[in-house]
């Protein structure tokens, strides 16, 4: 990279260098029929029902453009008022009201989206710290409840981390960089806001975005929220060893666009992705925050004193690619956070955040394995995910605004959850001891969807960073042994009868499956515990595990290790 600044001792340890930073390059073009039906259903004397939207808009920038065609917005019943109304961002806010609902409201919002993604070289000029900024922009450097920009922890972190820094490009990756490798996903979390996420290490897609808008905004960079929705229609990338598959799911999400003098707005998923957004991503709503963002989807309802109960709701997203276009390819860097970010490339200056490669685990002979004492509970994994959640149903908790007036917001909980039983295709999750484990169970995040047939799992050893070797089974499980219930649970593969031994290391958990099982295996965004490349797929027909996923399953690794 042109003007690419390092410091003198990175020079000294090229050979050492690691990193988890992807450029990506290419493009992806698609247009896409999108549909999204909500269903109201009152409760007792509902005396007035009301719902907002907001509509999409067109939007360009120099990585993401999104055109909205055919926008239509129906109901069945007619409602008894309808606003239409643009607030202070410039969001299009579609307000309306039933009197005396008597029976289920159904609202049906659909267009067609024709999404493009360009990723090529980007250049940026822009100095740090920013001068000039537009009067116009000045709200977006602002604090709020949920982006504690100016509590003394989150400008002293800043400060830390762009120590030296001359352009806001190197400002802006170094600040992801660190996002990405202190935070994990988890949903729900306790709270939403930025100072929760930076003490905790933690949240869904808001605290992503509000930790990352509170750094920023600390420094002088304006930035605003973004909410809106993605897709669940996956994308392969070309890489030198394989394709790797990028897979997210269909619903609300929350995202940032950093404000450049000389590019303008760019979006930045700051779980993943900087200066850009796949094209997986149907932009809706703009605000300081997601406390400000809560037009669309937005239910009202005033009920008669006393009664009980609340508005069953559903939502329901279709999204028909009637075009998909992608040629993308990735390039591994030897700089960048712990954890994958993925970003074009960039012509401007900047730092480059390196680290040397995490050593192996240390190695242990069969005969001092088999002469350990294995006494000492052990479980460990990708453990947080949320159980018995029925997506179809999820909703934020009904608030009292006034009296017998309540509301309810979208929430961003959503389905993660791939079909792992096909018949066609193999998947497999990696995961690290760190220390002598005698094996016993493993437990994976499931939802049984019915068919027939038995599931298994194979402990499989690693083969230069892909599963090799199968090494032992575990017992056998009925279908009908897995109860079919709300949501995702844990079940238990028992490997108690003959327990493996193993030593620290890599190792692989493969499903395996016989008959026809409808079975989908829960997964979190990014690599929460195991590495970038650490759940792997393959063709049934194929030996080589040649793709990657860039999610981590949520499994659990239970056992007895020494004292």
Known sequence: MKRLTCMGTIFCLVGLLWGENYLINGGQESTILYSLNQRIEPVGDTQTLKLSFVIPVS??????????????????????????????????????????PKQPVDATMRFTATNKTILQTIQSQAPFPLTDIPRELRDYLSKTDQVQSEDNRIENKAKELVQGVTTEFDAVQRILTWIIDH????????????????????????????????????????VRIVNGVTLKQPYSVKMADGDFTFQMGQGRHSWIEVYFPDLGWIPFDPQQTELFVSNRFIRIEIGLDNEETINDGMVRWRQAKGVQG????????????SRDDVQLALAKQNYGPKNMLLSPKVDATFQPVVYAPPPPPKEIDEDEL?????????????????RGVDFLFTRGPAEEEAEDEYAMRKNFMVETAEYVTTGLTQYAQVFVLEEPLQLNRVGLALHNFGGSGQVWIDLIEDDNGK??????????????????????????????????????????????????PIINWFYTYGKPVGPVDGTRYKSVYEEDWSGALAFEFNYRIMGLTSE
Not at 62 to 72: A, C, E, M, S
Not at 195 to 205: I, Q
Not at 370 to 381: D, Q
């Open 467 to 516: 599963p090799g070797r199968t090494l032992a089974a575990s017992d056998f499980i009925n279908l009908n042994q897995i109860p079919v219930q709300t949501g995702y649970d844990w079940v238990d593969f028992d490997f108690s009868n003959n327990p493996p031994i193993l030593s620290p290391g890599k190792y692989w958990i493969g499903l395996g499956f016989t008959g026809s």
């Open 59 to 100: 939007f360009q920038s120099p990585t993401y453009n999104q055109r909205i065609d055919n926008f239509d917005l129906s109901f069945n019943p007619s409602p008894s008022e309808r606003k239409d109304e643009e607030d202070n961002r410039g969001n299009h806010i579609i307000r309306v009201e039933w009197k005396n």
């Open 310 to 321: 609340r508005p069953r709701f559903t939502e329901v997203i279709d999204a028909q690619f």
């Open 370 to 386: 088999k002469n350990l004492r294995y006494t000492r509970r052990l479980t460990f994994g990708n453990v947080d995910f949320p």
């Open 183 to 222: 935070m994990r996903y988890v949903t729900p979390p306790v709270q939403f806001d930025a100072l929760y996420a930076f003490e905790n290490g933690k949240g869904n897609c808001q605290n992503y975005s509000h930790l990352s808008a509170a750094l920023m905004r600390s420094l002088g960079i304006p």
